[in-house]
């Protein structure tokens, strides 16, 4: 019944910018945490970019900052990640996850909810 869809993943190259979106069923992402995380080949999956139920606080990766926003659609029942300046070491599989409530760390990987993921690419 809950379910989290990623799209917007795609070929870019280096500079471009790509809006990933999050599109929920099964429940309101207004009452939930939403985080965006990626896992690289060979890497750890990794907190991006990450905003708490209610829009109390977002966190993101150090990477991320002054490059990546998220922002909820509340009317599409949908999360967003606009990424710009991307570079090669943004590669990776996007994945959106949402928590019930808060969460103690908000881009920590706490997540009851995840989705299928979205590959993002950055090449010349």
């Known amino acids: 019944q809950l379910q989290l869809v990623e799209s917007g993943g795609g070929l870019v190259q280096p500079g471009g910018s790509l809006r990933l979106s999050c599109v929920a069923s099964?429940?309101?992402?207004?009452?939930?945490?939403i985080g965006w995380f990626r896992q690289a080949p060979g890497k750890e999956l990794e907190g991006v970019s990450c905003i708490s139920a209610a829009d109390v606080s977002t966190s993101s990766a150090d990477s991320a900052k002054g490059r990546f926003t998220i922002a909820r659609d509340n009317a599409k029942n949908t999360v967003n990640l606009q990424m710009n300046n991307l570079n090669p070491e943004d590669t990776a599989v996007y994945y959106c996850?949402?928590?019930?409530?808060?969460?103690?760390?908000?881009?920590?990987?706490?997540?009851?909810?995840w989705g299928q993921g979205t590959q993002v690419t950055v090449s010349s």
């Open positions: 996850a949402a928590e019930q409530g808060f969460v103690a760390t908000m881009c920590a990987g706490d997540y009851h909810y």
């Open positions: 099964g429940f309101t992402l207004d009452s939930y945490s």
